[in-house]
């Protein structure tokens, strides 16, 4: 009887994982209650191809600068596309209920103890026989047993549908922060379940401090599948969103041309421009221009003030040029440590003036940032005494 107990548990313990890939995330009510707010049809169309592929053989990321969509647009195809074999999960702002958290997010069931006849399950027949998961105390192993585990399901779900399971984990790059070497962990994790075959992980991260992570290991690099960018919108399309919220010509045009097609920057224009329509439209584009500072521009000067002489000799080098490779910075500051140099740079990064893009180049993390007034007269490099 107890091994009869054992078999069943062993099967069923996993059903409810099973159900929520059948399902899909596209149905839960959360993501169907959200509002349409942009189109983007052609990186709708990329995300729709990297997550619907039957029989994927890598795994995915979806990349972006930080304000671009990237959560609002795979959202939105999930609940416009069919979402069958296709789960959703966002990696909470405070990532270290993670694991726990994509467990219970999937249908894992877990368990802090076992009842009465897991225990004798456990000892008389195989402690992966119990009705329950439990998860240790180590972080990238829970993380780890979560992922396996749905692998698992994986397996069966190919077998009966034809189509490898789609996870689309979002969020990334908060996991980094919050624990690098887990972050490294869940690449190879992805890169073994792609070539087994049994699930389909998607990662969705702002480029900051994963692109160096990435693309260090050139063995992951070559499991990707297609590397999906989500950017700013062109200067023609941006200015079709503003005058789409009727936002005046004048000013749509004036905060393209200083901003650019960042799509938070716009959405925010928009909605200064909704408040204050009573203004001028010279004094709406100060308005409008302060508020996007403040909010996108401030921290980064916080954070050269912070990082000293270093952090302006970097900003120079980089008013300079488009992109640069971290060693090229190296390089012209080269009376400077790498790794000095390398400290202040991801600090810039975290601080949202700079931005790794996926083919690894240091960049301005958005035009506002690039071209605001504030570089322009200096105000950088006269501000602070240092």
Known sequence: MLFGIAIYQSYTKDSSIYSTFKKGSGETTEIRSEEVIIQRPEEQENIRQLIS?????????????SGTGKTYLTRQVCRDSPSF???YYEIPGAPASFPEDLAREVGM???SSLNFVDVLVSKFVSPESVSYHKLP?????????????????GKRFKKNFGRTPCLIIDGVDLLVKFDAKAFVRLVDLAKIHANAGDLCLILVSSEGHVMPLIFGDTSSRTRMALVIEILDFTDEDALKYLTSKSVPTKVAKDVVECAGGRVIFLMKAAEVAKKFSQLSEDKLIQMI???LEDLYVEPGLLSVQMNGVLAKDI???LLKSDKLKMRNISEILKDVEEAKVKNVVSSLVKANLLRYDSNGYLRWHSKLCRFSEIWRVGRCFQLFEL
């Open 53 to 65: 592929r039957e029989d994927p053989t890598q795994f995915g990321i979806i990349l972006g600068p």
């Open 85 to 87: 074999g296709v789960v």
């Open 109 to 111: 069931k877990l368990s």
């Open 137 to 153: 105390n180590d972080y990238t192993q829970s993380m780890e047993i979560v992922i396996n585990t749905i692998s698992k399901t």
């Open 289 to 291: 221009k302060n508020e």
């Open 315 to 317: 900003v120079r080098v």
